[in-house]
Antibody
């Protein structure tokens, strides 16, 4: 059974960089069968897709965040990571990592989520 | 970006009720739509993809239909575990987008 787990700081100061890591259990990241994605849920429930990384390092980012986002992959550690620069209070959210299908871009499974608060 | 509008935003229902949630897309997306269920404090879970294909392990009381711009999620007989928030997501084009959610609460 595939499981994903997010890790990283829960508090980030404004203007700094948010960095999160997702560790994959029970699946091979190099199988090439999926994208590996980050999604966030803003207060009041709205879901926003941030972007994905493929096992070979190819990425696609939501244009709304593209200038501030980097998603990378470490196949040896079975991890992929999110960096979001120049954060503001508007970036306060629960951040999820998820496996994304290739043919149909659904998300399953999701990590349990990590609340990141941007505050001084 | 493709906008998804869900209705209603909130729905009051009782165990055993038939529940229908609608998702409308701002442009045609064929059958490239998924539905998720989210319990409070938990991550969303995939219920249906390709508009009407039930994901593995999902109870058969859940069903999806639609194509183009209008889609529905139906719960044939609401169970206690089904009180939750439901989201649609379009799979048609990047950036992938979600509907605003429908919360099903106890009447």
């Amino acid at each position: 059974q595939v499981q994903l787990q997010e890790s990283g700081p829960g508090l980030v100061k404004p203007s700094q960089t948010l960095s999160l890591t997702c560790t994959i259990f029970g699946d091979s990241i190099i199988s090439g069968g999926y994208y590996w994605s980050w999604i966030r849920q803003l207060p009041g429930k709205g879901l926003e897709w941030i972007g994905y990384v493929y096992y070979n390092g190819n990425t696609y980012y939501n244009p709304s965040l593209k200038s501030r986002v980097t998603i990378s992959v470490d196949t040896s550690r079975k991890q992929f990571s999110l960096r979001l620069t120049s954060v503001t209070a508007a970036d306060t959210a629960v951040y999820y990592c998820a496996r994304e299908g290739l043919a149909y871009n659904w998300f399953d499974p999701w990590g349990q989520g990590i609340l990141v608060t941007v505050s001084s | 970006d493709i906008q998804l509008t869900q209705s209603p935003s909130f729905l009051s229902a009782s165990v055993g009720d038939r529940v229908t949630i609608t998702c409308r897309a701002s442009q045609a997306i064929s059958n490239y739509l998924a539905w998720y269920q989210q319990q409070p404090g938990k991550a969303p879970k995939l219920l249906i993809y390709a508009a009407s294909t039930l994901y593995s392990g999902v109870p058969s009381r859940f069903s999806g239909s639609g194509s183009g711009t209008e889609f529905t999620l139906t719960i044939s007989s609401l169970q206690p575990d089904d009180f939750a928030t439901y989201f649609c997501q379009q799979l048609n084009s990047n950036p992938l987008t979600f509907g605003g959610g429908t919360t099903v609460e106890t009447k």
